[in-house]
């Protein structure tokens, strides 16, 4: 068996204990016992174990890390999504986003695992773009940091989306099922800001290094490509929301509001601009 089948393997039994773990957290959601939070939890982080094993074998593989194509991308941000709630849960205790982590993951691997790996006629690893030289470890920074934090924003949409389906709850005059079962809206609040704040240090840490990385590779920081323009409006729509928290005092639906938009902006920047617009980044999500 080749390192390419067991990578396969690997990738489909984690989208299994994924989709486990899903089902976990929806039995939480109506039975309100912690067990089936822990099973489901439990579940995430064995599927992280063999996703992250899988893109392990493929980076022995290729040579690097693999983002070269839609296929890869989306797992690689399946994995930074899986690590990414693994690490605020166990700091943060932010067990309520597994309802809303588990299933953007399945989503995910499942459009990975039935995509092609199809890699372009002359892979951009083994051009002269230098990626075997100091540009690649650039190049590796601004990937990992990137998508860490897009997932820790994907996190912080998804505290937004229950703080609003909670308030909407609160507000009528029977309450029903989600009330019963979702936590306080300032818990809600509370873990999405947490979110944002990870999500956004490594965002801009993620478009400096990319930015260093543009320099190694074609002499200038900024080429106006449209991926760095669109990645320029993201990062101001987070900066503007957490000084808007800051400076005053947003909070609660208005900031969920505002979270949700902002991860709309982003999905548009990662694959959006680089499957209708094109740029540097197009090769990425072919």
Known sequence: MTLDNIERILSIIAAVTYTASMAAYIFYLFKQKDEFQNYGFFLICVGAALHFLGVCLETIMMGTLPAYNLQQTLSIAALALSGTFIFLNQKFNLKILGLFASPLLVIIMSASIILPNTLPSQPLFLNDLGLRSISH??????????????????????????????????????????????????????????SII??????????????????????????????????????????????????????????????????????????????????HHQSFTK
């Open 137 to 194: 470890f650039w190049l590796i920074s601004h990937i990992v940091m990137i998508f860490t934090g897009e997932a820790a924003l994907a996190l912080a949409c998804g505290a937004g989306i229950l703080y609003l389906i909670q308030e909407k709850a609160i507000k009528e005059k029977k309450r029903g099922f989600f009330y019963k079962r979702l936590p306080s809206l300032a818990l809600l609040d509370n873990t999405s800001y947490t």
């Open 198 to 279: 990870t999500g956004f240090t490594m965002l801009t840490a993620g478009l400096i290094t990319g930015l260093i990385y543009a320099k190694n590779v074609w002499g200038t920081f900024l080429s106006w490509d449209p991926k760095e323009i669109w990645s320029a409006v993201t990062w101001l729509i987070y900066a503007a929301l957490l000084h808007g928290r800051l400076a005053s005092g947003w909070r609660g639906r208005k900031s969920a509001i505002m979270t949700i938009i902002g991860f709309a902006v982003l999905l548009f920047t990662l694959f959006g601009v680089n499957l209708f617009i094109g740029g």
